[in-house]
């Protein structure tokens, strides 16, 4: 069987077929496009048992990613990150099985590692010379680090609010970096632009190449595999360009055509902030779409997204699942922070400690049982956050002592 079982991509929105071996952005119909596999042949000559072998890492899964010769792939070691049992958490929000899949513990700190190791091995493979993208600092920071790692050049436009952090991660690994006074979709209007002007770049913004989401769904599949190829009855994920919830929605869809998984489907919620909440509202107003949202703010920077290129893609895999979206405000986002970090010692970023709030919320609406098995997304560490935190203690002096409690 090949490396790779990859066989051709297909427009998201009317099914059209597309050149799996050629650079390609969006379809004709500018819609993105959708990688898919010979699952057939994945069936009859892989079994759960020879993935289990295999290294802990997300090319465990190779024959459902695109690279077709292993001699691309660039890897710093990403995937199989921890399924964590939240107990005393969990109890504090009515649901004892509460748990954490945590990102942040992946190269570069979040869940944009997987997207970019896939995306940059596919780019390198097809001979591509830079990858060129608007971020809102997490994405950014991954495909510049991970487009070192295979040798090729990285443009990155981010807006000036972005986690500094991040333009750190950026400036480090050699990439051009650009910051633009405005949000996100102001960034990709001046990549879009620049890659116009320059041969051999290719525009990886959200949904705008095919690989990506390849990357983002192995978290549906490591999910699977971590509770013994059974699905849990909710997953929570914090979408902006909402890219992680379309490919766990993806990963379910290919692992019940490998027969590895039952005709149950997790229900996806889409979380977003009360600051930035367009699919939030698409959704409760039954719309297929949402509409853009001027003068945006939240403190969770990766999901202040005003318009989603695949946002119609988002509300299919929450309405086809039986799932919901919900928007927590950026006050209850703080305070679950502090919550979580208190009781399980996790510091998590704004968009996870958003998924959290989100659970509590949901929890005492009945929505999600007592006795459900609940997954949160924590999509990045909170230490790339520091802002999210106030330290305000006492200075003691050298020879002073520690006040009794």
Known sequence: MPYSSLSHLECSATGER?????????????????????????????????????????????????????????????????MLPLPAYGASIGLPGLMMKDEGLVPTGSFKARGAAVGVSRARELGVRAVAMPTNGNAGAAWSVYAARAGIGSLIVMPVDAPEITRRECVVAGAELYLVDGLINHAGALVKAAVEQRPGYQEVSTLKEPYRIEGKKTMGYEIAEQLGWEV????????????????????????????????????????????????????????????????????????????????????????????TAIAVSDETILAETTALAHAEGSWVCPEGAA?????????????????????????????????????????????GVVPRR
Request: one cysteine or more; glycine letters at 12%; aromatic letters at 6%.
């Open 355 to 399: 998924c959290m709030a989100a659970a509590r919320e949901l929890r005492e609406s009945g929505w999600i049982g007592e006795q459900e098995r609940v997954v949160v997304l924590n999509t990045g560490t909170g230490l790339k956050y520091p802002d999210t935190v106030s330290v305000d203690v006492p200075t003691l002096a050298r020879d």
């Open 18 to 82: 597309y050149d799996a071996d050629q650079v390609q952005g969006v379809s004709a119909a500018g819609k993105p496009l959708l990688a898919r596999y010979d699952l057939e042949q994945v069936r009859a000559g892989l079994t759960k048992e020879e993935v289990a072998s295999r290294p802990h890492d997300l090319w465990r899964y190779h024959e459902v990613l695109p690279v077709r010769d292993p001699a691309h792939v660039t890897t710093l070691g990403e995937g199989m990150t921890p």
């Open 232 to 323: 849990p009855d909710v997953i929570l994920y914090p979408a902006g360009g909402g890219v992680g919830l379309i490919g766990i929605h993806k990963a379910m869809q290919e692992l019940q055509a490998l027969g590895w998984i039952g005709e149950k489907l997790p229900r996806l919620v889409c979380v977003q902030s009360t600051g930035c909440a367009p699919i939030v509202d698409a959704f409760h107003a039954g719309l297929t779409e949402s509409t853009l949202v001027e003068g945006t703010h939240t403190l969770a920077f990766g999901i202040n997204v005003p318009k989603a290129l695949g946002d119609f893609l988002v509300l299919e895999a929450v309405r086809e699942s039986g799932g």
